[in-house]
């Protein structure tokens, strides 16, 4: 068997970073945390729970999606692809995709978790022996540039971007995403992107505040880690998860609120506060097919055909790049 798991490229954000992201979201008057710094190995393994859950209908469904339709996404991605996985995590859903593809020349996973990402390409190389695995440990809101590809330069380039982790970003940094994507991944690169459709509130508030409180320990987990890791004393019984519908911006948002006064340090740095006060750690933004579709018009993708469970919670879109060949 030849060995075709690459060398990691590792870009991964610093402790500084870390703590400049960190002091500068509390320093705010409306308090609040980046999601990517969810992601440490604790961070990781939670999710993967998350996505087990009975209450967590996303992971699920979009697995269903991408089984049921592997054979029609793979016809519209065509032979030869290399994939480019944004947030790759765990790698289940790729392997969905992998299995349907005819001929993938090479996987390129990318994500923020260090050694979760480790193990996931590790483990996928042996399931997969004859492709070549380049991951890459990177903030994906940052410049980084793919490995070159061995012996010719490939035509078609997929960039893969499941678990409607583009929720995360307002419509706005979305499409600056898509753009940033689309120049990465070269001209005549495709897209395939999970988004979570707009639904009803009560199925969405139990999926993000579980009934066996998963998803608060994800949630809590990033105060633990500054406690850790930037010597931050956040007395975790002392905040609580709160999920809830943003219905003006839809999205869900996650909080954790502060159950009394309190202040908190983070190395030389005092925080206070006041009862019931929050931080805002998540957004996850839903969105309508037709809403999805403008906003990858607007980052210079034409939409190519999109699929869906027949519950319509979830959508999985293939995209192409639409701008003039130069
Ligand atoms: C919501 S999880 C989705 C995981 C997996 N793709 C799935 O569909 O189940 C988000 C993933 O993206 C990664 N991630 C989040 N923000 C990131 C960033 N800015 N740069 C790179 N990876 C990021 C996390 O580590 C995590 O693996």
Redesign the pocket.
Known sequence: MTNTLQKLQDLEPSREEFQAAVLAGLRQAEKSLP??FF?DAEG?RL?DRI?ELPEYYP?RT?CRILREYAGGIAAGIGPGARLV??????G??IRLLLSALKKPTAYVP????RL?LLAAASSLAKDFPHLAIAPIC????LPFELPPHAGTQPDNTVGFF????IG?FTPQEARAFLESARRLLGPGSSMVV?VDLRKDEAVLQRAYDDAAGVTAAFNLNLLRRINRELMGTFKLDQFVHRARWNDALGRMEMHLVSRCAQTVEIGRERFAFRKDEAIHTENSHKYTIAQFQDLAREAGYAPQNVWTDPDNLFSVHLVKDATPAA
């Open positions: 999601c990517k992601y990781s999710f996505c992971t979009e996985e944004f947030g790759s995590g765990a289940v859903k990318v994500d923020i978790s979760h990177a903030d994906y809101t499941p678990g409607s982790t995360n999970g």
